[in-house]
Structure formats: C-alpha cells, structure tokens
C-alpha cells in the first residue's frame, strides 16, 4: 500500500470552498487505496495577521509566546480539513504539532529533531486520514515551537520521512517548477524534473516554490518530492536524484532571482588574518546570514574593504550588530545599499563546463549591466547587480541559454 504525504499551501485552504476542494484531492488518493497524511499551512494571510497581533500586543515579545500565537492558524485548518473529511465519509483526525514533532533551536525559527512516528502509525493502519498543522513542533522544554515562515514544507518532508511514506508531494499555486519567474518571462517552461541539488540551489537564491530546509531535508532522506498545482489537475515537476539520460542535455535548470538582498560596504579594515573572521561573528551570532562576500585590499597600504550581502530584511539588525562590533573589527565606515537584487544561472552542467558562466556575464556585458559581486558553487553561478536591472538580466539569461526553446527545458 503507498503511503504518501500531500502538503496544501496557505492559498489552497484560504476559507472552506477551497478547503472542500483539498478535501476532495485527499479523499481521491484515499480511496485508490493508499495510505493518506495531509500538512497544512494556515489560510492565506492569517500568519501575517498573527504576527501583528503580537507586535500590537508586546513591540519586545516573549518568543515562547509570539509561537503559541502564531502556531494556531495551522490548527484551524488542520482541524477544518478533517471535519469536511469526515462529512465525506472518510475515517479522518487532526493532529498537534506537539504530538508529533521535537524541535530545537530558537523559538521562531526551530529545527526538527525528530518525528514520532508511532501514533500515526497506528492511525494509518486503522485507515484513519491524518491531518496535521505545519510549521510547528514541540521544544526541548515542552512548549510550542514554529519552524520559521515557509516551515510548512519542512514539516511535510519530516513527517514523511518520520513514517516511511513513498513520496510527498507539495501543492501550492503554482503547477511546477519553471525556468525561471513567469511573471517576468512569460515563456518560461515548466521543468518536468530537477535534481534535488538544483532545487536546492534555485530555492537558496530566491525560486519560492519550496523552502531550502525542506529540500536539503529531502535530499538528505532521498525522499521523492513532486510539486503540483493545488488548483488544476496537471503534470508538475519531479525533485529527483539523478536526471534521466535523456535530460543531460539541459545544462542549466533555470534563472532565479531575488530582491531580498542589501550589500554592506566595511571600509579601511585591517588587511590581516582574522579581519573578515572578527567582522562576520556578530552577524553570526545574530543569526543573520552572510553571502557574496568580497574582501578587496588595496596593496601597499595595509588597508581593506569588504562588501557581503544580507537579507534585505535583517539589514537594520546587521548594522546594529556591526556597529556595537567596531572597535573589535576596526573599520571606518559602514556603507549599505538595499537597492540591489542577485540573480542565479542554476545547473549541474555548470561542474563540467566552464563556458556557461562566461556566457553568464559575456550576455549581461554586452547589455552594460555591471556586475557588483560574484559567487559561484558547483552547480550556480551567481551575480549582483542593481534591482533596476534585474527583470532585464533574468529575461537576457533565459534567452541566452535558450530555456524558452523546446529543447532547452526538461
């Protein structure tokens, strides 16, 4: 008997029509006879709605509490789901995340340890539909813990590995991954598959179909991940290992890109062993992620600068955290610049060919777009420039590899 895990997104159970129709996709999978276990994110919007409450209440909240707040937008429709389950005649109940996950980490943003799988296990076998909220677990000392916005798709994946299941799939408003932003290319391509290095690669640099944790997660369990449409009946794309024989051709996956970035500019640093150590530990210890750094001394001075990049959204807690760090670090001035974006070519042949990241920035040269920072891994070639120039660059790139061509996509 399969047993699968289907995850709904916050727009596919956004009030009880759309709830009915999720619950018609479960029964569907259930009476084929497999096996059925269903995550849910709260309705569209309730989390944002949550999280202001919280700031209305307290602007410096207890982060134990902000989680039991925000938590409750999953149980609803959690709970929701099973009882439209039941009035269709099917054997269903909802779950706690409490129950089931162990978190650790910082409330907010928790990691999951475990899953224990047991009781729905036993659920499963009875022929029971399991429902259960994402994006929040149990911590250490017993209270709720959330898993950080998007942890949904976490969830989903743990739970599936937690109970063996044979695949899950993850259905959201889009039918696929594509080749890149369709609201920027209109004929971008659907990729019937992708490894899960790429999706990886293209959720980490701003592709917003799934959450980096829930692949890396996936990866990791070699857990078969497919992506549909929660509201049409279509092919989606499957997150695999290995591409068929037939796919490797396809050099490059896709074009992604991302607004969300601010560069910080560190002038006149001492150019010396542990500089940039001393300058990205306070970050570090603020939990904000550091990319795309850049440390250029200026010879025969003595002297450095050094440009990193931050989310956009913890520029004000960087600078903060650099600021109150100066005299360890030792720079002049701190410059930032919140109006750039970082746009990806994301690919296993990029291992094998070198070309394609010198097409890469032949394409945007000869268009005039500067290039600020560059960062490149096996499989993606990253660049910054300014969020002007960004539409254009994704829509030069995604011709230059030819990703709108029949033979371009998978």
Not at 23 to 51: F, H, I, N, P
Not at 229 to 246: K, M, N, Q, R, Y
Not at 261 to 275: K, N, S, V
Not at 325 to 345: C, Y
Request: aromatic share 4%; net charge negative.
């Amino acid at each position: 008997m399969t047993r699968i895990v289907m995850k709904f997104g916050g727009t596919s159970m956004a009030g009880i029509e759309r709830i009915r129709s999720v619950a018609a996709r479960v029964k569907r999978e259930a009476e084929a006879g497999s096996q059925v276990l269903v995550v849910v994110s709260a309705m569209a919007g309730e989390t944002d709605r949550l999280v202001q409450f919280c700031r209305e209440a307290a602007a410096v909240h207890d982060p134990q509490e902000y989680d039991v707040v925000v938590a409750s937008g999953e149980q609803v429709t959690a709970g929701l789901l099973a009882m439209t389950l039941q009035n269709m005649g099917l054997k269903a109940r909802s779950f706690m995340g409490w129950q089931l996950v162990r978190a650790s980490g910082v409330h907010g943003n928790a990691r999951v340890e475990k899953v224990e799988g047991a009781l729905l296990g036993e659920a499963l076998a009875a022929g029971t539909v399991c429902v259960i909220p994402g994006f929040q677990g149990v911590s250490e000392d017993g209270r709720v813990a959330t898993l950080g916005r998007g942890g949904s798709d976490t969830s989903a994946v743990a739970i599936a590995a937690g109970v063996g299941a044979d695949r899950c799939d993850i259905y959201t408003d889009v039918d696929g991954v594509y080749t890149t932003d369709p609201r920027i290319v209109p004929n971008a391509r659907k990729l019937t598959q992708v490894t899960f290095e790429e999706m990886l690669e293209l959720a980490g640099v701003g592709a917003k179909v799934l959450q980096v944790r829930s692949v890396g997660l996936a990866m990791r369990e070699k857990l078969p991940l497919r992506v549909l449409s929660a509201f049409e009946d279509l092919p989606g794309t499957e997150i695999v290992a290995e591409l068929g024989e037939d796919m490797e051709r396809n050099a490059i996956a896709g074009i992604a890109a991302d607004r969300g970035e601010a560069r910080i500019t560190l002038t006149a640093i001492a150019d010396r062993p542990g500089t940039v150590a001393r300058a990205i530990a306070p970050l570090a210890e603020a939990g904000i992620p550091v990319d795309m750094i850049v440390h250029a001394a200026t010879a025969g001075e003595g002297r450095s600068d050094l440009n990193f990049t931050v989310p956009r959204a913890s520029l004000a807690q960087a600078k903060a955290a650099l600021a109150a760090a100066r005299d360890s670090i030792g720079f002049e001035t701190l410059l930032t610049d919140d109006a750039v974006a970082k746009v990806s070519i994301v690919g296993v042949g990029i291992r094998s060919n070198p070309e394609l990241a010198a097409r890469m920035f032949d394409t945007l040269a000869e268009r005039g777009i500067n290039l600020l920072a560059v960062t490149t891994s096996e499989i993606k070639v990253s660049a910054l420039l300014k969020e002007d120039e960004m539409e254009l660059a994704v829509r030069l790139l995604h011709d230059a590899f030819g990703l709108d061509r029949d033979g371009g996509a998978r």
